[in-house]
């Protein structure tokens, strides 16, 4: 009788997402950090992340994400902390 054989393939695939954003992203103290870095508004982490606002919030409530007001009131959130979310 003839022995059967058998081959396996295993794929290994790998993405790299990048982002550009407008040069004048604002560079701005996080005190989390504790260094200067770019920071985004919710919009700009929505697209990011692909999360909700809502959920985006709340993640920068339980400081999950650093975040800081600026001079309008508008919620800006650290690009390291954002950077450290979409790894893994």
């Known amino acids: ?9 295993t794929l290994e695939t790998h993405e790299t997402t990048v982002i550009r954003f407008q040069r004048s992203q604002p560079i ?20 990011v992340l692909s999360l909700s606002a809502p959920e985006i919030s709340r993640l920068a409530d339980s400081k999950q994400i650093h975040s800081t007001q600026n ?3 508008l919620l800006m959130l650290c690009g390291i902390s954002l950077a450290a979310r979409t790894k893994g």
């Not at 701005?28 to 697209?47: G, L, P």
Request: with cysteine; glycine share 4%.
């Open 71 to 73: 001079a309008d009131g």
């Open 28 to 47: 701005v103290f996080c005190e989390s950090c504790r260094t200067n870095t770019k920071h985004f508004s919710i919009v700009q982490a929505e697209q």
């Open 1 to 9: 009788m003839t022995a059967k054989r058998r081959l396996e393939i």
